[in-house]
C-alpha cells in the first residue's frame, strides 16, 4: 500500500565471517542503519565518524548488541588523508583483513551558486567527493593485494536530478558516481568490485534538524510509494552490493528509489 510503513527484514548471512568498513556511522542515518544491518548479516564491522561522542555512543550500543569481538570503532575526518589511511590500517591491524568498505561520509548545504563562497563550495567536495575518493583509494591499495574485496560509495539522486540551492552537493555526488564507474574498470583485474547506491530520501533526526518540513513535505510527495525511506531500507541494498548476491555487478550506480532519469 502506498504510503505503508515497511518491514524490518530479518538478517540471512549475507556477509557472515567478512570484515567491513563504515564511515559517518555514528547516529541514525544511513552509516549507523548500515553498519547495524552488516553485523545482523554476521560480518566484523569497524565504525567511523568525524564526531567523537556519536560515534562512541554508536560503538557502546552496538558492542552491547552483538559483542565487543564483532565491533571496533575509530574517529576519521575523511578530509585527513593521514586519518583515512588510519582508519584502514586499524581495521586490519583489528580483524585481519579488509573484504568490504562502505563509503557514506557526506556534506550537504542549500546555497544558491550566485550567493555561494568559495568555502561552503570546497567544504562539501572535500567531504562529499574527495572524501569518497581518499576512501576508494585506501581501501583498494589494501584490497587489490589480497585479490578481493567491494567498495559501496553512497551517491543520490541529486547526483542525475537537478535541485535549487545545490550544486555544490549535486556536483559532488555527480562525481561520486562517476569515480565508481572509472574506478570499478580499474578494480576489475584485481577482483575487487566498486558499486554505489543513488538513495532519494532517506529519513533521520539530522535531516530533519537541517532541512525545512515544506522541502521535506515535497520531496516526500515525488516518491513512488508516498513516503521517504527507512534509512536500514537503502542499507539492505548496501548489504546486497556487499554479498555475493552481486558477484557481476561493478561500476553500477543503484537508485534507491523511483527517481532514475
Same mark, same amino acid.
Given at each position: 500500500m502506498t504510503g505503508a510503513a515497511p518491514r524490518y527484514v530479518d538478517g540471512h548471512g549475507l556477509l557472515r565471517d567478512r570484515v567491513v568498513v563504515v564511515t559517518a556511522a555514528a547516529g541514525t542515518g544511513i552509516g549507523g542503519a548500515t553498519a547495524r544491518r552488516c553485523l545482523e548479516e554476521g560480518a566484523a564491522v569497524m565504525v567511523s565518524d568525524a564526531h567523537e561522542r556519536r560515534l562512541a555512543e554508536t560503538h557502546a550500543a552496538l558492542e552491547e548488541e552483538f559483542g565487543a569481538g564483532r565491533v571496533a570503532a575509530r574517529r576519521c575526518d575523511v578530509t585527513a588523508e593521514d586519518e583515512v589511511q588510519a582508519l584502514y590500517a586499524a581495521a586490519v591491524e583489528r580483524f585481519g583483513r579488509l573484504d568490504v568498505a562502505v563509503n557514506n561520509a557526506g556534506l550537504g548545504g542549500t546555497a544558491e551558486l550566485a550567493d555561494m563562497t568559495d568555502e561552503q563550495w570546497n567544504r562539501v567536495l572535500d567531504v562529499t567527493l574527495?572524501?569518497?575518493?581518499? !576512501?576508494?583509494?585506501?581501501?583498494? +591499495? &589494501?584490497? +587489490?593485494?589480497?585479490?578481493?574485496? *567491494? &567498495? #559501496?560509495?553512497? =551517491?543520490? #539522486? &541529486?547526483?542525475?536530478?537537478?535541485? +535549487?540551492?545545490?550544486? %555544490?552537493?549535486?556536483? =559532488?555526488?555527480?562525481? *561520486?558516481? =562517476?569515480?565508481?564507474? !572509472? *574506478?570499478?574498470?580499474?578494480?576489475?583485474? %584485481?577482483? *575487487? +568490485?566498486?558499486?554505489a547506491v543513488a538513495p532519494s530520501l532517506a529519513m533521520h533526526p539530522h535531516l530533519v534538524k537541517v532541512t525545512s518540513q515544506e522541502l521535506l513535505d515535497e520531496l516526500t510527495r515525488r516518491e513512488a510509494f508516498g513516503r521517504y525511506a527507512q534509512p536500514w531500507e537503502v542499507a539492505n541494498v548496501i548489504v546486497f552490493l556487499a554479498s555475493d548476491y552481486s558477484s557481476y555487478m561493478t561500476g553500477e550506480v543503484v537508485s534507491v528509489s523511483s527517481r532514475h532519469p
Open positions: 574527495n572524501g569518497t575518493m581518499r !576512501c576508494t583509494r585506501a581501501a583498494l +591499495r &589494501i584490497m +587489490r593485494e589480497r585479490g578481493s574485496g *567491494v &567498495i #559501496v560509495n553512497n =551517491a543520490s #539522486v &541529486i547526483g542525475w536530478r537537478a535541485q +535549487r540551492g545545490q550544486a %555544490h552537493y549535486a556536483a =559532488a555526488k555527480a562525481g *561520486v558516481m =562517476a569515480l565508481t564507474r !572509472c *574506478v570499478a574498470l580499474e578494480a576489475a583485474p %584485481h577482483g *575487487v +568490485r566498486v558499486n
